[in-house]
């Protein structure tokens, strides 16, 4: 059997209201190898620390939070809190997200996505904002908006999260 594409698998998007029960990965078989300074996010990870201004937040509402982050060739998909963001990270408008916000699943958002460095870059239309992850070691960093947050690997993108977290 022929291993897909990344081209011939259709860009997926958020269902309307986000999706409740993870639905299943997007880029699975393809296996275009990940481009010069592309960070590998390949997996399901689980927020374990969040810093905000430098300083440990016990209570922030992103602990605990999963998502799975699939890549092959120039794209990723990254999937959790009901969202599904898929992106060609080329520095392009037209190939990067076109899609809806987590907080309330209607805003939309358009995003260009870059690889820089190691590091996986977001950068908002309109804004001068930008969101980044990282590998630290075998962990993952997420610069969001007002916070960072160390994610630990729970298993391979193409695993159950459901299993993943014993929620089966």
């Known amino acids: 059997m022929k291993q897909p594409n990344i081209d011939d698998v259709p860009v997926s998007y958020t269902?309307?209201?986000?999706w409740t029960e993870w639905?299943?990965?997007?880029?699975?078989?393809?296996?275009e190898p990940l481009p010069d300074g592309a960070p590998d996010l390949r997996g399901i990870w689980q927020v374990v620390e969040v810093?905000?201004?430098?300083?440990?937040?016990?209570?922030?509402?992103?602990?605990?939070r999963v998502s799975r982050k699939e890549q092959a060739g120039d794209r990723i998909v990254i999937t959790g809190s009901g969202i599904i963001h898929d992106m060609r990270c080329d520095g392009t408008l037209?190939?990067?997200?076109?899609?809806?916000?987590?907080?309330?699943?209607?805003s939309p958002v358009h995003v260009v996505a870059t690889y820089e460095?190691?590091?996986?870059?977001?950068?908002?239309?309109?804004?001068?904002?930008?969101?980044?992850?990282?590998r630290d070691g075998d962990d993952l960093m997420w610069q969001y908006i007002g916070f960072t947050a160390r994610m630990r690997r729970l298993g391979p993108p193409e695993a159950d999260p459901n299993e993943l977290l014993g929620a089966s």
Do not use: M, S, Y
Request: hydrophobic share 40%; aromatic share 6%.
């Open 15 to 18: 269902p309307a209201g986000g």
């Open 51 to 64: 810093f905000v201004e430098g300083e440990a937040f016990a209570q922030h509402p992103a602990l605990g």
């Open 117 to 134: 460095d190691g590091v996986h870059v977001l950068r908002p239309d309109g804004t001068d904002q930008e969101v980044k992850r990282w």
């Open 94 to 106: 037209d190939n990067g997200v076109h899609d809806v916000a987590a907080a309330d699943f209607t």
């Open 23 to 31: 639905p299943p990965p997007v880029l699975a078989g393809c296996i």
